[in-house]
Nanobody, 129 residues
Framework: QVQLVESGGGLVQAGGSLRLSCAASGPSLSSYAMLWFRQAPGREREIVTAINWSGRFTYYADSVKGRFTISRDNAKNTVYLQMNSLKSEDTAVYYC??????????????????????WGKGTLVTVSS
């Protein structure tokens, strides 16, 4: 049974940085695409970023391009999200997810997460202005 556990959330001032981690326990997810979603209060969950199984290819939502960086360490079964230049609109619960399709095909149109195989419980990021 795969479990995804996010950590690193918290309160930060606008312009600051946070680094989220997502540790997977159970079978290796080295063949899976790993994704980060977020859900702000009163809004639908949305894709933030994704990384393919090898780490060679990434996808970013327009709203975070140039500010967020996703990476993975398959040896540690862990994925990271470095968030810089945070804005108040980045305030949300951030969810780690894994998709058995290790490519990034269709990720831009994944919506709230159709096709995702595993979800973490989320970590809250609050950016104060």
């Amino acid at each position: 049974q795969v479990q995804l556990v996010e950590s690193g959330g918290g309160l930060v001032q606008a312009g600051g940085s946070l680094r989220l981690s997502c540790a997977a326990s159970g079978p290796s997810l080295s063949s899976y695409a790993m994704l980060w979603f977020r859900q702000a209060p009163g809004r639908e969950r949305e894709i933030v970023t994704a990384i393919n199984w090898s780490g060679r290819f990434t996808y970013y939502a327009d709203s975070v391009k140039g500010r967020f960086t996703i990476s993975r360490d398959n040896a540690k079964n862990t994925v990271y999200l470095q968030m810089n230049s945070l804005k108040s609109e980045d305030t949300a619960v951030y969810y780690c997810a894994a998709r058995s399709d290790g490519s990034l095909v269709g990720v831009a149109h994944i919506g709230a997460g159709s096709g995702v195989d595993y979800w973490g419980k989320g970590t809250l990021v609050t950016v104060s202005s």
